[in-house]
């Protein structure tokens, strides 16, 4: 069955400290991935998707994810974290068969 | 407890005619989110209700389209004069929203979706 995998439940990095968060997914076919975000009191929003090509996706914000078909991962990434990061980010599928499956989040604390 | 859930679970409209998609959000949770999936896309936002305050339609694509949330509850998308790229799947998430800190407060809770066909 498809499932997507979140293994940080919680992190908490000081300022200006690099961000890696992991996402694995499980799923046969081609997959279209993203991330969002959703800060308190908001809804989700987009941060970086990929569909094809360039395996390393660039985002807004400065977040970066990479795409490693092999080890079915799509970690988010930033070299530098603000406080304005604080917030939660969730991975997601999308599979041939238009289904959209999320992972469970991971709560991002950015200590000033 | 029960989840979040929505009706119609799929519905087919002619163009032109309008439709209403429920969502019954989870007891007790004061906000209240409809975003739609189009095909081969991610999530795009549409509303956002949160208690009694006026709700964020910034997502709204058109003046076709509307929602309300009837005592802070059960919330009714409206789609008025459904266009064929109006087909899509209609999500509808709550969440808790108690407070402004805290990890189970904004984690919103997606109902099963209702896909909505405009031939």
């Known amino acids: 069955a498809q499932s997507v995998s979140q293994h940080n439940h919680h992190v908490i990095l000081s300022e200006a400290a690099s961000l890696e968060l992991g996402c694995n997914y499980s799923?046969?076919?081609?997959?279209?991935l993203f991330w969002y975000v959703q800060y308190p009191g908001q809804h989700l929003q987009l941060l970086l998707k990929?569909?094809?090509?360039?395996?390393l996706v660039k985002g807004i914000k400065g977040f970066e994810a990479e795409f490693i078909k092999s080890k079915f991962s799509f970690n988010l990434r930033k070299p530098s974290v603000q406080w304005s990061d604080t917030a939660e980010y969730f991975c997601a599928i999308l599979t041939g068969a238009n289904n959209l499956f999320f992972g469970t989040g991971t709560r991002l604390t950015v200590i000033p | 407890g029960a989840g979040v859930s929505q009706s119609p679970s799929n519905k087919v409209t002619e163009k032109g005619k309008d439709v209403e998609l429920r969502c019954d959000p989870i007891?007790?949770?004061?906000?209240l989110y409809w975003y739609r999936q189009s095909l081969g896309q991610g999530l795009e936002f549409l509303i956002y209700?949160?208690?009694?305050?006026?709700?964020?339609k910034s997502g709204l694509p058109s003046d076709r389209f509307s929602a309300e949330r009837t005592g802070g509850s059960v919330s009714t998308l409206t789609i008025q004069r459904t266009q064929q790229e109006d087909s899509a799947v209609y999500l509808c998430?709550?969440?808790?929203?108690?407070?402004?800190?805290?990890?189970?407060?904004?984690?919103?809770?997606f109902g099963p979706g209702t896909r909505l066909t405009v031939l």
């Open positions: 998430a709550s969440s808790p929203r108690q407070g402004l800190a805290g990890a189970s407060t904004d984690t919103q809770y």
């Open positions: 007891s007790g949770h004061t906000a």
């Open positions: 990929y569909f094809s090509g360039d395996p």
């Open positions: 209700f949160q208690g009694n305050s006026a709700p964020d």
């Open positions: 799923y046969g076919g081609t997959v279209n």
